[in-house]
């Protein structure tokens, strides 16, 4: 079967967040993390079979989601996990406030690794822990974990990390030699880790293999919370439906305990689109995994010829980070929404000066907004070492790839 992932789906009159920010402007909208692409036909006949049932009480979810998670696990990862590791949510969201709950106490201290995904900074602060941040460092051309600032910053009240792999913005799909860096810290100084891996199906170099935290060793797999969800990859977001895989029990107990009356579980309409994508749209999945992986390389020829705009490869996600500090702009993401671009502002991710695009649309979209994010660069104030690099390296417009 083949998808059309070109074709362009007029999302302006369907309440969507991501468009409707630019009401009646013309901006195209690349910021908040949905894809624009319509959902596998086995979700959308999944969905049509709920509807036509009628009846939208109160669901748990089906014993036939829990048997499908687990044997998809064991597949793509030789992952065993047992039904009762696992914590329904009606999104990641919730995960990561439920996991600095989970670990330790009010004021104790939550490391987490900048940039990244907004929530992740404000998880600990609204969940009465300190935020102890460890910037990710740049090391040729590629972002990494920096082990020895963590392994300097960790403090005896210092009781979780919250990891994200692979890591919104930046796109990296840590190995298993990094992952093991970090949790041979976490033994050492009993942290629990809360591992995001909703982008673990977004992988788009063939030759990487996405590595779950809670595999590296009993260890780890005692001290960990995984977040799952289908909803970054067959794009359900909008349907609210997440899973944690918590295999200690105590540390399951913790983070149950933390619900308090405050999230409810999941619905019928989020747990049959789960169902159906993970059982039933792989081959939607891998057609998406191709498309996007075409549009990653758009952008990142587009960029490198963009100069004095930047950005490392994307190994995972449908996320560019763009480094546009170059720009003497204050607010580079204003400057692109006035050139026609909706991006979201690194400052969002604790690094100002640097952007954030979202490439999960059909193609023609995204040709147009690279278009107009080079004329904006064209007429943008460059800084003065930046402008000569860029001199040095004589571009292609974007509209030529
Ligand atoms: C790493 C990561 N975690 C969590 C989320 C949010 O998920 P949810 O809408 O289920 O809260 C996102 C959304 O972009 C994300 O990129």
């Known amino acids: 079967m083949s998808y059309d992932f070109d074709a362009v789906v007029d999302r302006r009159h369907s309440d969507s967040v991501k468009w409707d920010r630019y009401k009646g402007r013309d901006v195209i909208p690349m910021w908040v993390a949905d894809m624009d692409f319509r959902c596998a036909p086995e979700i959308l006949a999944a969905l049509h079979r709920v509807v036509d049932h009628g009846v939208f009480g109160y669901a748990h979810a089906p014993d036939g989601l829990t048997a499908c998670l687990l044997g998809r696990l064991r597949e ?6 047992e ?37 992740f900074l404000a998880a600990p602060k609204r969940s009465g822990r300190q935020r102890l941040d460890v910037p990710l460092s740049l ?33 990296r799909l840590y190995t298993a030699e990094e992952l093991r860096g970090l949790m041979d810290l976490c033994r050492r100084h009993d942290l629990v880790v809360c591992s995001d891996e909703v982008h673990a199906e977004l992988t788009l170099d063939a030759d990487l293999r996405h590595v779950p935290t809670a595999m590296l060793s009993a260890d780890a797999a005692a001290r960990t919370i995984t977040l799952l969800s289908a909803s970054k990859t067959f794009n359900v977001p909008g349907l609210r439906c997440a899973v944690a895989v918590i295999a200690d029990e105590g540390l399951r107990r913790r983070f149950r305990g933390a619900f308090a009356g405050l999230v409810s579980g999941g619905n019928p309409f989020g747990y049959a689109a789960s169902l159906a994508a993970w059982r039933d749209a792989e081959p939607w999945r891998l057609a998406l995994v191709d498309y996007l992986r075409g549009n990653r390389d758009l952008v990142e020829r587009a960029i490198a010829d963009t100069p004095p705009l930047a950005m490392t490869h994307v190994e995972a996600t449908y996320l560019a980070w763009i480094d546009a500090r170059a720009l003497c702009a204050d607010n580079p993401a204003a400057l692109f929404e006035e050139a026609g671009v909706g991006l979201m502002d690194g400052k969002e991710f604790g690094a100002p000066g640097y952007v954030r695009l979202n490439f999960g649309c059909p193609r023609s979209l995204l040709r147009e907004a690279l278009d107009r994010i080079g004329r904006a660069v064209g007429g943008a104030t460059i800084g003065h070492d930046a402008a000569i690099a860029g001199r040095q390296r004589p571009g292609r417009l974007p509209g030529s790839l």
Do not use: F, K, S
């Open 76 to 81: 793509r990862y030789g992952w065993t996990v």
């Open 139 to 171: 090391r040729n051309g590629r972002w990494a974990m920096d082990l020895d600032a963590v392994a300097r910053a960790i403090t005896p009240r210092t009781r979780a990390v919250l990891l994200c792999n692979p890591h919104n913005p930046v796109g």
């Open 83 to 119: 039904a009762e590791h696992l914590v329904w949510l009606p999104d990641l969201g919730a995960g990561l406030h439920l996991a600095c709950r989970a670990a330790g106490d009010e004021g104790d201290q939550v490391l987490v690794m900048p940039p990244i995904y907004p929530p």
